[in-house]
């Protein structure tokens, strides 16, 4: 079953907007990961961020979590046409399991020239 | 160092026919997956290994066998395809104490 789940599905911006999707989940976790994957090619690790974190950058990527409400999000700031991808989020579970991360269903995002 | 590679990229098969795919790392993990990826729904585990001789069932194992004879590669069968079994297929894997996983580039399978 699946444990994240991304919203939106679909978002269609302007280059130079922020893109900011969002990834619910429903157990405790390890740590929540997120992952792009341009169409047709494999998942590149985009970011991570712990249990015990709230907030991580990594160049235009700022992610927050927020374990009360089990939820996450991935903020793309000044986005480039490049940005074009599906994006995931994927979690681990608290209780290890071989690290077996489980994936949401993915936000599509397309930026415009 | 190439990664993750998987082979073939594409193929079709017939309900029925058997088929494997042969997913290759050279990082040195212990650990590697297998994936399948259906419009809307994300990735779903398959089967996984946790070293060399060791494999286990993931999300959705019913009708793949595997096989991890050599750390580096990782074989995912399908001994009698099904048109259920159409989809995207990718191999990850990751290092022994590590959080990142590394995807190959997937291959597309239709089962007609």
Known sequence: SQQGEE???ALSIQEGENAT???SYK????NL???RQNSGRGLVHLILIRSNER??????LRVTLDTSKKSSSLLITASRAADTASYFCATLPGSGGYNKLIFGAGTRLAVHP | NAGVTQTPKFRV???GQSMTLLCAQDMN???MYWYRQDPGMGLRLIHYSVGEGTTAKGEVPDGYNVSRLKKQNFLLGLESAAPSQTSV???ASKGQGADTQYFGPGTRLTVL
Do not use: V
């Open chain 2, 13 to 15: 098969l017939k309900t």
């Open chain 1, 7 to 9: 919203d939106p599905q």
């Open chain 1, 21 to 23: 999707m969002n990834c």
């Open chain 2, 29 to 31: 993990h212990e650990y």
């Open chain 2, 89 to 91: 297929y990718f191999c």
């Open chain 1, 33 to 35: 990961q997120w992952y």
């Open chain 1, 55 to 60: 907030e991580k950058h990594s160049g235009r």
């Open chain 1, 27 to 30: 157990t405790s976790i390890n």
